[in-house]
């Protein structure tokens, strides 16, 4: 068996067997640990990528492992326990407190009708505190900004303690330090993470490894800073881009213009 963590062979997706692919075959592996950024224009298939990686979609070509078991062989409660998602849609689930929201992310581990137990309210407790929400545990979901149900939704997913995690844009509604502060987190965090990501530098920043999409092909994949040329982003995003280097912080810094 590989040491992959994730391993993705042949895998392709189109809303119908006789409808044209909106995601071509694509093959790629990620190390336990590692974080992987899906970059792309809008439309590229980001999306697309990661309903397959989080058992939504069931793909129309290929196989998925994670931790060397096929996932679409795996029961759906025996999935959720190795995967978790962030998505950008968020649940409606207005008239439940931040803590209920966050102890759901327990569920595929419970049996039955059991209720929750010592450990995990002592999990649901770390990953509150991990997102910095102790003091919100008993306000309403919908009462929260989109930033702070943001990190209700990570909170959720890190109480599911999944071998992968996936986030689609995490970054979507948060401010400048709240940004920061996830992109510190998926640091840290000692999980297998696949992102689909809008922000170049941050990808650059934050991920082991790059796939850049292009009409639902994968144009690259690999190192960031070897993905992320000036000559594939431009072609990409349809932009011209310029890597430019920050003398002061010693990194290298995309800036973007319309081609004239
Ligand atoms: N169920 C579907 N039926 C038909 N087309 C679909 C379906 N789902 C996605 N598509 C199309 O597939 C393409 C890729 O969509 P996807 O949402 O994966 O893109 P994305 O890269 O995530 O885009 P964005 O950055 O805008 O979120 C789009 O053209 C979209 O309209």
Redo the contacts with the bound molecule.
């Keep these: 068996m590989s040491s992959s963590d994730l391993v993705v062979e042949n895998v392709s997706w ?2 119908g067997s006789r ?1 044209p692919y ?2 071509h075959p694509l093959s790629f592996s990620l190390d336990a640990g590692k974080t992987l950024g ?1 970059i ?12 397959l990686l989080y058992r939504y ?1 069931r793909p129309l070509s290929g196989n998925i492992y994670v931790g060397g078991e096929d996932l679409w062989s795996l029961r759906p409660r025996q999935a959720a326990r190795r995967v978790a998602a962030v998505l ?1 849609e968020q649940p409606t689930d207005f008239a439940l407190t931040v803590r209920e929201i966050v102890a759901l992310g327990r569920t595929p581990h419970q049996r039955g009708f059991a209720s929750s137990g010592a450990r995990d309210s002592d999990i649901i407790d770390g990953s509150l505190q991990q997102m910095g929400l102790q003091g919100f545990q008993d306000r309403l979901f919908g009462s929260l900004s989109g930033g702070e149900r943001q990190r209700v939704m990570v909170a959720r997913a890190l109480a599911q303690r999944p071998q992968l995690l996936i986030l ?2 995490p970054t979507n509604h948060l401010d400048i330090r709240h940004q920061l502060e996830i992109v510190s987190l998926i640091r840290e965090l000692d999980l297998t993470i696949v992102t ?1 990501l ?1 922000d170049l530098n941050m990808a650059a920043e934050v991920c082991d490894s790059v796939l850049l ?1 292009k009409d ?1 092909q994968m144009l690259a994949y690999g190192d960031p800073f070897e993905v992320l040329s000036e000559q594939h982003v431009s072609s990409s995003f349809s932009v011209s881009a310029r890597l430019e280097h920050l003398s002061v912080s010693d990194r290298s810094h995309f800036t973007f213009h319309l081609p004239s």
């Design positions: 189109a809303p409808a909106v995601l899906i792309g224009a809008n439309g590229a298939g980001k999306s697309t990528l990661l309903r979609n950008q689609d844009e689909s809008h999409l639902g």
